[in-house]
């Protein structure tokens, strides 16, 4: 059996909750694109997000962002990975919602800390206490992303097929995003 994806499926969550990774995989089960909003960022600006912050800072980096997510949402349906930061904006929300479905990729903080620990290709890492300001970006952003259409509990113990396998199995409750197409 072969589903139809109806309408784009955003990942939201945590820097290092998995979005890319769980998002290309569940593109290729679902033989739709996957598309990165802070690779496409990266590309229209001919710069790394860690420059864009650097250069012209968090504002502005927003602004970007919310105008590429709305560019995204508006072409062909498939997976959606944005940014930790996107879905904290009221207006980026109600965009995702109103195009699209919302799925929170929810990890807890010390599986954060364990992905995102070593990289230094994290802007709002960059502290002298980098674990601390995970923490209390985590505490902030929690209640947004509680937010989201759907949830899907990510565990330390699943491979990222697994994780897949979970949010499409969450899609699924959604006729409006998935249709079988048998």
Do not use: C
Not at 167 to 174: E, G, M, Y
Request: glycine share 6%; charged share 30%.
């Amino acid at each position: 059996m072969t589903v139809k994806l109806k309408k784009t499926v955003v990942l939201v969550g945590m820097m290092g909750a998995g979005k890319s990774a769980v998002g290309k995989a569940l593109a290729a089960s679902l033989h739709v694109p996957f598309i990165d909003s802070d690779e496409e960022i990266e590309k229209a600006a001919n710069m790394t997000i860690a420059e864009i912050f650097a250069r012209d800072g968090e504002p502005f980096f927003r602004r970007k962002e919310s105008q590429v997510i709305e560019r995204l949402l508006g072409s062909q349906s498939g997976i959606l990975s944005t940014g930790g930061g996107a879905f904290l904006d009221p207006a980026n929300r109600k965009m995702i919602s109103d195009r699209g479905v919302s799925v929170w990729l929810d990890a807890d903080l010390p599986l954060l800390w364990q992905r995102v620990r070593h990289k230094d290709s994290r802007p709002l890492l960059r502290s002298a206490d980098p674990r601390g300001t995970l923490e209390k970006i985590f505490k902030a952003r929690v209640p947004i992303y509680a937010l989201a259409d759907l949830k899907v509990k990510a565990d330390p113990s699943y491979s990222i097929e697994t994780m897949a396998t979970k949010v499409r199995d969450a899609l699924h409750a959604r006729p409006d995003v998935l249709e079988d197409d048998t």
